[in-house]
């Protein structure tokens, strides 16, 4: 695995589509769609469907300018459980650090229906057409809408401290890219995770399954970060442990 690299998110960040989609050789694609029968054999929940990986990168002190293409879940499923494909494909996402009047840190188990299944991580997601604002993806809406989804937080609510662009992560298992946002919020751990319980329960009751089954909390103080970072048997997503690190420095 190649180091994570986290760093301060700069004052501008754009991901901009290239409306040229990717397109894989024969053999490769062969490769994704005989994987993909494997997986949906196990776990039939999972959806093919849109997917952007990156073209391309412009970086300084002052900006991040990345440019992404379209493919598919298949490829991206595909390079998540085999670190060295050809052709990979690396995606940049969004996520939360979500910090609770007490100080404590949010953390989402991922659901068994899920490409990863038990992982710990922040909430977050890939892009979504859906984002798109003519050639620009709207990185806050993307965000916010994931924030809302999967614990059920609104951050236009009066009960929103701050919330801004934190992190830039690089690097690490997959060379995936991700854009770290930081939400403060006036309630407690107590009260997000009954929020959090609340949202799910209604999900079910619609019939859709949850991102995360389960809702963990970390004290942000140096002891309790490394306590649970040698300690929970759980996988965890490659920033995660960084990032936890990064808030008690």
């Known amino acids: 695995m190649n180091p994570i690299i986290i760093e301060k998110a700069p004052a501008t960040v754009k991901v901009i589509l290239d409306p040229i989609p990717i397109n894989l050789p024969h053999e490769i694609k062969k490769q994704h769609e ?3 029968k494997q997986q949906t054999k196990t776990n039939p929940s999972l959806r093919n469907g ?3 990986t990156i073209t391309n990168i412009n970086q300084t002190h002052e900006e991040l300018i990345v440019t992404v293409a379209k493919t598919d879940y298949k490829h991206y499923l595909y390079t998540l459980h085999h670190e060295n494909s050809q052709m990979p494909c690396q995606v940049i996402y969004t996520c939360a650090a979500v910090i609770t009047s007490d100080k404590k840190m949010a953390i989402g188990r991922m659901n068994r229906t899920t490409s990863t299944p038990g992982c710990l991580q922040f909430t977050g997601g890939g892009l979504d057409e859906s984002d798109l604002e003519h050639t620009i993806f709207n990185l806050e809406k993307n965000i916010s809408k994931e924030i ?17 662009p934190k992190f830039i992560k690089r690097k690490g298992t997959h060379n995936f890219w991700a854009i770290i946002y930081e939400l403060s919020v006036a309630h407690t751990a107590e009260e997000v995770h009954a929020r959090f319980l609340a949202h799910n329960h209604h999900l079910i009751e619609r019939g859709q399954q949850p991102e995360f089954d389960d809702l963990l909390f970390v004290s942000i103080e140096k002891s309790a970060v490394e306590a649970f970072i040698q300690n929970e048997p759980s996988p965890m997503v490659d920033y995660l442990a960084p990032i936890l690190e990064k808030y008690t420095e």
């Open 34 to 36: 005989l994987y993909w």
């Open 50 to 52: 849109e997917v952007f």
């Open 148 to 164: 809302q989804e999967e614990l059920g937080l609104d951050i236009h609510s009066p009960a929103t401290r701050s919330f801004i």
